[in-house]
């Protein structure tokens, strides 16, 4: 009974102190020093599409509606919908990417299931059966649609330059996100993403490995 106590004992310690470490993980990365493009001598690009026509360019669009996602702060969920859409307090990482698209007056869905239609062969993922109701939120479809349709950057993520906020990245085959227009002390920008972190805007981009894919709107 006293060694089931002490492993009791033990166990709790232990989860105070992984509790404390998450704690201060969290404050740090909410209070800490945050630099921008102009820091560094960084010219920032603007798209010379405004979609929607609202006044403003596409990129910057892009980037408040990937923000706008990062405060909502939906639960993380992964579920299969009839229609594709989840409801707006749930999503999954590539929830973030159609919802910043939509915030510029694009229909990720759309162009992704458009794709697949006319190019069905590049598309692994789908195997052949394309489903409209999941196949715009499965990341390796994104990384064909983005690779195939939209401008291909570098994955290099110290030629700090070549980051822009409101451009895509990709992570392996199973995670994506928004890049941010905060950086670090050493300019590499924060990542915008829902990996279900209490954070959705952070700087994690060097520890999410291996980068497979950045892009941006054409």
């Known amino acids: 009974m006293k060694i089931f106590k002490r492993i009791v004992i033990i166990l709790a310690i232990i989860l105070i102190i992984i509790a404390l470490i998450m704690l201060i993980l969290f404050f740090y990365q909410k209070y800490k020093r945050v630099y921008y493009a102009e820091d560094f001598g960084i010219d920032v690009i603007l798209s010379t599409t405004d979609f929607d026509n609202d006044g403003i360019d596409d990129y910057t669009d892009i980037l408040e509606g990937a923000k706008i996602e990062a405060q909502n702060k939906p639960k993380y969920k992964s579920a299969y919908y009839a229609g594709g859409y989840p409801p707006d307090d749930e999503g999954v990482c590539t929830d973030v990417i159609w919802r910043a698209l939509k915030n510029a007056g694009y229909s990720l869905k759309d162009m992704v299931d458009e794709d697949i239609k006319n190019n069905i062969s590049s598309y692994p993922r789908v195997n052949g059966k394309p489903d409209t109701n999941i196949d715009f939120r499965r990341v390796p479809n994104l990384k064909v649609y983005f690779e195939r349709n939209q401008i291909v950057l570098t994955t290099d993520i ?58 941006r709107m054409k």
């Open 158 to 215: 110290n030629d700090i330059k070549e980051w822009q906020a409101g451009d895509i990245v990709v992570f392996g085959s199973s995670h994506i996100g928004i890049i941010s227009d905060k950086r670090n002390k050493r300019g590499i920008p924060y990542l915008i993403h829902n990996a279900g972190q209490p954070l959705r805007e952070e700087d994690v981009l060097e520890r999410y490995t291996p980068i497979t894919g950045h892009y």
